[in-house]
């Protein structure tokens, strides 16, 4: 799973959409608090990775391949 996360920093800097995949949210959070040491998380959310997935997908991969050596 991917959630968006947004966190202020030690020094009161606010960053938002901070992207990570994990398994729940409290991993997800648990990942953050690694990088950006001692920072508040304000909210965390999942985002939809499904949508890219479906984009993504082996057969739409294989079709794209075989428009490519059609040309």
Same mark, same amino acid.
């Given at each position: $799973?991917?959630?968006s996360?947004a966190?202020?920093?030690?020094?009161?800097?606010?960053v938002?959409?901070?992207? #990570? !995949?994990?398994?729940? *949210?409290e991993h997800? /959070?648990d990942k953050?608090r690694? #990088?950006y040491l &001692?920072c508040?998380? =304000?909210? /965390?959310? #999942?985002m &939809?990775? !499904?949508?890219? *997935?479906?984009?993504? %997908? +082996?057969e &739409? =991969? +294989? %079709? $794209?391949? %075989?428009? *490519?050596?059609?040309?």
């Amino acid at each position: $799973m991917k959630f968006s996360l947004a966190i202020r920093t030690k020094d009161g800097l606010l960053v938002e959409n901070l992207g #990570v !995949h994990a398994r729940d *949210e409290e991993h997800a /959070c648990d990942k953050i608090r690694k #990088v950006y040491l &001692n920072c508040d998380i =304000i909210f /965390c959310k #999942v985002m &939809n990775a !499904h949508a890219q *997935e479906d984009n993504a %997908s +082996i057969e &739409n =991969i +294989i %079709s $794209m391949i %075989s428009k *490519e050596d059609e040309k």
